[in-house]
């Protein structure tokens, strides 16, 4: 007859609760699992799949009663992890988003927004164009499950009930600011682009005033942006490769940081 103990028993649910919990924060926050249009129940379901797939490969967890106030501090604590890994890699994609803000708004398109399922708010078109390419080169590469596989690799980095350094939080602030260097770089050579020609467009109103700026200027800032921009899709792959590797470095950094 199989006898289970309440010990083996809070045994197999720490070993269960812990990954998933930490899991679920990372889905909660990172791109494409956090993606508003993924309904809960199967983001649980498949927190739960993979919590269950990749169980044998994680190290002990902790014999913390999960009946106690310490396993729901844990609980928590796995969650702002799990949330602080998918937030960091979250970053690095808002660095598109802000390049497709920027882009738009040189090409005169900034009132042309729209409701965006990914975020849960309003977006330009340029923007929403290239999140939703920036995705699919994420997909195509296979960057979701290589964030499932890093997200199961922390675990040797910073284990269960291990308390996380105060220094490494900091880190998230400083790949901010790599959002918005990343972001700016990326829109320069459009916004350098649309700038020549809106010097142009004022040198030509100087030379004939009785031409109409509103008339001309707007249909060659689109003509111009739409043209220089299918002349970059050939080259954003590299771009956003080299992004993405970025992205999962600073998880690795930011992990180690808050392991001490």
Do not use: C, K
């Not at 009946?67 to 994609?93: K, P």
């Not at 409701?115 to 920036?134: C, D, N, R």
């Not at 350098?192 to 031409?211: D, M, V, Y």
């Amino acid at each position: 007859m199989l006898v289970v103990t309440a010990a083996q028993l809070d045994a197999w649910l720490a070993a269960l609760m812990f990954p998933l919990v930490r899991l679920l924060g990372l889905f909660a926050s990172a791109p494409l699992w956090s993606n508003r249009g993924i309904p809960v129940r199967v983001r649980l379901a498949a927190g739960l799949a993979m919590a269950m797939a990749v169980l044998p490969a994680l190290p002990a967890m902790p014999a913390i009663p999960t009946d106690s106030w310490e396993a729901l501090g844990v609980l928590a604590h796995q969650f702002v992890i799990g949330a602080a890994i998918g937030f960091t890699m979250r970053l690095f994609f808002a660095a598109v988003d802000l390049a497709g803000e920027m882009i738009g708004l040189q090409m005169g398109l900034s009132f042309a927004v729209f409701f965006s399922p990914t975020t849960g708010g309003q977006s330009s078109v340029i923007a929403e164009f290239l999140g939703l390419l920036t995705l699919l080169v994420f997909l195509a590469l296979d960057g979701h499950l290589m964030l499932v596989q890093v997200m199961v690799a922390t675990f040797e980095w910073l284990p269960v009930g291990r308390a996380t350094a105060a220094d490494g939080w900091l880190l998230i602030v400083r790949y901010a600011a790599v959002m918005f260097s990343a972001g700016v770089m990326m829109a320069l050579p459009m916004v350098a682009t649309l700038l020549i020609a809106n010097i142009g467009l004022g040198i030509l109103t100087r030379a004939a005033p009785q031409l109409n700026l509103f008339a001309v200027g707007f249909p060659v800032t689109l003509t111009v942006g739409f043209l220089v921009l299918l002349l970059s899709l050939g080259l954003i792959g590299p771009v956003l490769q080299r992004l993405f590797e970025q992205g999962f470095d600073a998880i690795e950094a930011l992990v180690r940081a808050l392991g001490g």
